[in-house]
T-cell receptor
Framework: KAGVTQTPRYLIKTRGQQVTLSCSPI?????VSWYQQTPGQGLQFLFE???????NKGNFPGRFSGRQFSNSRSEMNVSTLELGDSALYLC??????????FGEGSRLTVL | GQQVMQIPQYQHVQEGEDFTTYCNSS?????IQWYKQRPGGHPVFLIQ???SGEVKKQKRLTFQFGEAKKNSSLHITATQTTDVGTYFC???????????WGLGTSLAVNP
């Protein structure tokens, strides 16, 4: 069974640009969650999608958005990038209320 | 909103010593999950506890859920260098079952 796949793995952007990250969940998993991880800040929850609907949302500004497609694949977008957006963005998929399976993450550097 | 306090934030031990991390909540928990993240890696699910007073073991790791279901602990016996990483607890909260994460305990093991 293939794991959670995130693309791209690494990317560098400049302030003001926008970025789109992609996540392909484990087959059969309908829940996809996104997290931002920075050194010393733990895992900051961005949002969770289930069957194409945003079910939960963290405390991030509106520049952070996401969506989920009918095949459960998910994308997140960050517009008007700021230096502080530099982080590891992790995607996780799960069955309903089950354990999370994380991808390797997308490491974003904003210059 | 609900918060989960995880202590200690950091722990240095000599190889062979024991290690314990604690996860505390002010409210009763329905369940608790534990994850491990190796340096440079992504979080990996270790275990889920559901029952009051539950104790589960995985080789040198012992997980316990408090009788009041407000706290949990992860104990590692005779640490090894392979135990290095950050250990996170996570709990489902609220009607929408949002997953709340502790800030993690970073374990360093001196050989």
């Amino acid at each position: 069974k293939a794991g959670v796949t995130q693309t791209p793995r690494y990317l560098i952007k400049t302030r003001g640009q926008q970025v789109t990250l992609s996540c392909s969940p484990i087959s059969g998993h309908r829940s996809v969650s996104w997290y931002q991880q920075t050194p010393g800040q733990g895992l900051q929850f961005l949002f969770e999608y289930f069957s194409e609907t945003q079910r939960n949302k963290g405390n991030f500004p509106g520049r952070f958005s996401g969506r989920q497609f009918s095949n459960s694949r998910s994308e997140m977008n960050v517009s008007t990038l700021e230096l502080g957006d530099s982080a590891l963005y992790l995607c996780a998929s799960s069955l309903e209320l089950g354990e999370l399976f994380f991808g390797e993450g997308s490491r974003l550097t904003v210059l | 909103g609900q918060q989960v306090m995880q202590i200690p934030q950091y722990q240095h031990v000599q190889e062979g010593e024991d290690f314990t991390t604690y996860c505390n909540s002010s409210t009763t928990l329905s369940n608790i999950q534990w994850y491990k993240q190796r340096p440079g890696g992504h979080p990996v699910f270790l275990i889920q506890l559901v029952k009051s007073g539950e104790v589960k073991k995985q080789k040198r790791l012992t997980f316990q859920f408090g009788e009041a279901k407000k706290n949990s602990s992860l104990h590692i016996t005779a640490t090894q260098t392979t135990d290095v990483g950050t250990y996170f607890c996570a709990v489902h909260a609220g009607n929408n079952r949002k997953l709340i994460w502790g800030l993690g305990t970073s374990l360093a093991v001196n050989p």
